[in-house]
Every structure is written in structure tokens, then in C-alpha cells.
């Protein structure tokens, strides 16, 4: 018996001792000393340069984390909401899906449905979406020919099976289902085989490194040569996101007309996929996937790079860039397609266990608990195809989008296209899933934070972990730390950027120093019962953006300014419907914050925390302002018009105005006029 799985087998002993079955091994992965040179004819002639590198971090299996707290709740509500029944109301992923050989759409929405519930029915370690998850699975395992081929047989697309793969892995990680690797094995046989004359095309070129994530995920259980070749071959035939980057042309707001102009020029054909939203969320991985064969630290600083040209020229308040559907620029009246939110976050998830960059878990927060809810309804029955910060009004209008439609920022079953109704599933619980991961050097990492509990294997013992939290509005983490026998291994515990004074304890005694933008690393002995403690100090912090705007933001909650809020029904939607929202208050505001001194004028008031933090009653912390009416800024077409450079003027009163975290104000102001007058204020 190997090695990992005499630790997969001693782990689900651990965990039927302890009555929680469910839970799988998080061993690290064996990986082989096998390693390929590239060529570039498209063909599998080169071999045999560089290993395939692991991790800094190795993600664990799903359901080793199971949510606790507010973040169950989150879940549960995804559960009893649309993720729970979509397959009941809506017929693309129902009975007559072609994922479930019917007669009815058969490309991705299967799939991506299906990515989505196993990662929540896992987690929640829920019966009745493990049964509906199930059927896909079952289907699809049938569904393989004698060739290796799988799915549908009125496609032939690459794409859709990427997306499939994904769940698969999923799946087998909770399960150890004997059938998936075999079948895996077989497809990807197929596939080397079939690329050279039926290359990557379309969405499968652009989303390649999807793929490449499964095919090393199987190489690292089997070792096989031949997926070598196969990660080459995708590699050379998907499209170079890292050379895109590394010479970045896209600043500019993507307009039909922009797109259709750049097309004509030498070198931009691909201009419409290379802008879209969704490729580039998805995209952002690339680097950082491709260098555990490179090693080469240039391609996982290319995450890093990719994130920071989107920041500069398409970056948004609450984390995401811009992209209706293609980039938009930084005005925060453009909006994020939930689909690119939801893939985004999973790029930061991966990237982050490859590289082990503390950066990617502040940016993954930031998305988690702001662009995530911010385009969901609080009970989870409704989404937004686009969400924006500055949001006036969810209603029948063509502007601002580059390139959606005037459905885009309803909130509905639908609105402007179903792909993100059968794929925001995924957001909440790999999240959760990513919470905790394990070190190279067979240590437990805190990546992430919420209330949560872990059974982890590190170092032929089982680690349990129950971690208690109001994070993310309270700075205040208290995990206790169970192995089940004495153990030394290195915790290391991501510190925010913004937690300057961070503090850590072990048992009551302070630890060392805790820099924050880093991970903090204690080493010791660890015995049951021990008991570590953060404290994040959380000042609320002024940032700069669009022409000189400013919003607020507290530990990794964005806040924005609520405008009142009349739902009227569009139509009738099976269990749901769609809705527009109009605005019932005024919103245009000026702040009267200096950004360049600490914003102790900025009052914080807090709450109990409840079962739905993001939802606007019972939020759990506000913050209080000075603000002034400003006259002059308006709106046009149901969209707030671009903000001025600040500082600007009003003769208005002053007047203290409430913010509330981002996601509890379906309409809202999060970006600011900044008011003159605060230049020579003193806090």
C-alpha cells in the first residue's frame, strides 16, 4: 500500500472514530521526478527538462473543512435557495439536461451546475444535494465510449469538459470514487491523441489552464508520462495570458466600437476573447499553475503582475475589475458579471496554495465578502449578471455596458444570460473549502478566515481545528487546536495587509512579531487543547480611486452608502422572478474625509452579529460620516454619472450620513466625491 493512501486510510479511520464519516485524506501529493521540454509544432516530441514543481501550500480535499457560524448559514441559505433547487425551476440543468441524456442544453451549464453543488453539498454534508449532484455524476460516467470520449453527444466541444473535470476531482476528493481516475486516464488518452488535428479552439483556448489544473491533479495520483505530454500540448495550443500581461494594451473601456476598431489591427484578433471578463478571471491562475512545471518564479509572479494591471486600468472598489462583459475601465458606475467574481476567487484560491503569496488571500477576502454577496439577493433566489458599486437603479437600460444588455444588473433567475446562474454556485463553498491548507514543509496554514472546523493530516496524525470568528467584521480569531497525539509542526497564519498590530497568542503568551502582508509562523509542540488568538486591529481606512474618489473600507469589508430601495416584480420566474430596483432617496453625496490623515472623524457602531451579516437588517457594524448633497451630480439613463475629479464643492449643510458593508446595500454608493474642504481639516 503507498504511502498516501495508508494516510487516506488511517485519516477516514480517525474520522469514523469520531462519528464525522465524510472526511478524506489531505496528504501531501507524491510528485514525480518525470519532466518535459516544449516544442513548438503543437506535438508531443519534446521531453525531459524540469520537474513538476509542488506547491508552496496544498489545498485539502473537500469536506475536510465544514463551515460554522454565519458562514454555515451562508451556505445553508445557498442550499435553500436557488443553488438547492435550480435543477427544479430551471430546465437548462433539469431532467431534460443533456448532462443527464436528455434532449435539452448540452454544453456548459451542466457542468457548471454540477461544479457548484458537489463543492455545497460537500461542505454542508447534505443527503438531498448529494443525491441531486449524483445524477450528473452517474450520467456522465456512462456516458464514456469505448474511444474515452464523454458527454454529449451533439458536441464535440473541449470546453464543457474542462468544466466537468473539475466537479470530477471534486468529487473523487469527498468520495474516492474507484471510477473517476480510470476515467480521467481514458478521456485524457483521447484527448492527446485528438488535439493535434482538433486543436483548442474558442473558450477552450482561452481557458486552458482549467484543463491543466485537472490533468495535474491526476498526475500527481498517477505519475503517467503520457499526461506530460498532454499539459504540453495544452500549454502550446491554449492562448498566452502571461504574454498578454507582460505587454499589457487593453486600458481603455472596451466599447463595441473600441472592440470592433482594435480588431482590424495586426495582432488583435483575439481582442474580444482576450478583453472578455470571465477569461480573464479565469485566466489569472495561469501563471502560477504553469510554473509547477516551469519552476520558473517569473511565471508565478505573473498572477501577480495580472492583478495589478487590472487594478490599475480596470480596478474597482470592491476588489473585482471591471467587465460588462468586456473591460470597462475604473469608473464605478461599470459593472462585474457574477461569473467572472465567482472564477476569480477560484484563481486566487489556486494561485494562492501554489505560491503561498499572502496578497492573493487579502484579495480573495476582499471578493468573498463584498463582490460575492453584493450580487446576490439575501435569501439567494436571485442574482445580478453585472453588480456595480455606484448602483442608482436595477432596471431596463442599455447603459453603462460595454457590451450586455439592458437586462444586466436585474436581479432575477436570468437576467442577460444564464451562464451565471448555473456557475455562482461554486463561490460560497470553495471558499470555504480553501479556508485551511497544509505547507510543503508538512505544516497547517490559515489562508483565509472564517468560523469553521478542519480535520487535516500532517505527518501520519490528524489534526482538528475549530475555529470561532465574527470575521470579517470583527477582528477577534480564536482557534483551538486538537492533534491526536503531541505534534511539532509550523502553523503559519496569514496577517492582513491592513492588520498593522497584528496580534498573535498561543495558550494566553504573545508570540512573536506579526507583519502584516505576511504569514506569521509558529512552530512548536502542539497538544490538544492548545489555543491560538488573533487580534486585527480594524480602523476604518480611506482609499483613493477613480478621479481622486474616495471610499471606505474596514478590515476586508468595504462600506457604501444605502439608497432607499423600491422592488418592483418584472415577471414570474418558476419558484423565483426578476426584479428591478428604483432608488426611493437621494444618493449624490460628497464626503468630508481628508485621505491623507487618519479617519478617526469616521465613527464605527456595532451590533450582534446574526445568521445573515451581509443582509442590510441587523447589519453588524456601521460607519458614520460627514457628508454634504451634492446638487450636481446625477443620474442618466438609471446610471450615476461619472464622478468628478475631486475635491469638488457644495454649499449644502452638512450632515452626518451611514454606511453599511458593501453586500447589505443592493443599491448604493461606494465610491465618493471627495469635498474640498477637507484638504486643510485636521482629523
Known sequence: MSSRFQSLFSRRQFVKDLGMAGFVSSAPSAFSSMCFAQSGDGGSAGRLTSPIQPGVFELLPLGSIR??????SQLQLQADGLS????????DVGPTSGWLGGTGESWERGPYYLDGLIALAYSLDDERLKAKAQKFIEWTIKSQASNGMFGPVSNDDWWPRMVMLKALTQYHEATTDPRVIPMMTRYFEYQLAALPTRPLTSWGKFRWQDQLLTVLWLYDRTADPALLDLMHL??????????????????????EAHLALMSKITGFQDVKMATHGVNNGEAAKTGAVWSRITGASSDGQAVLKMIAELEKYHGLPNGMFSCDEHLAGRSPSQGSELCTVV???YSLEQSLAIL?????????????????PGTLTDDMWAHQYDQQPNQVECSLHKEPWTTN???SNLYGLEPNFGCCTANFSQGWPKFAASLFMTSAQGGLVAAAYSPCEAYISLQGAMVHVIEETEYPFRGTIRMAVNPSRPLKFPFLLRIPHWADGAEVRVNGRMEGSAQSGSFARVEREWKQGDIVELNFPMQPRVIAGFNESISIERGPVVFAYNIGQGWLKLRDRGMTADWQVYPTSRWNYALAVNPLAQPQAIAVSESALT???FALEGTPTQLHVKARFLPSWMASEGVANTLAQSPVESSEREET?????YAAAKLRITSFPRLKATLTQTP
Open 67 to 72: 463551515p460554522r457560524g454565519w458562514l454555515k
Open 84 to 91: 438547492g433547487h435550480l435543477d427544479e425551476t430551471w430546465p
Open 234 to 255: 495544452l500549454h502550446v495550443q491554449g492562448y498566452d495570458w502571461v504574454a498578454q500581461y507582460d505587454h499589457f494594451q487593453y486600458k481603455e473601456r472596451m466599447s
Open 343 to 345: 472564477e476569480y476567487m
Open 356 to 372: 503561498g503569496d499572502a496578497s492573493l488571500g487579502d484579495r480573495l477576502e476582499k471578493l468573498a465578502f463584498n463582490a460575492l
Open 405 to 407: 444588455g439592458p437586462e
Open 611 to 613: 445568521d445573515r451579516p
Open 657 to 661: 450620513i451611514t454606511l453599511v458593508p
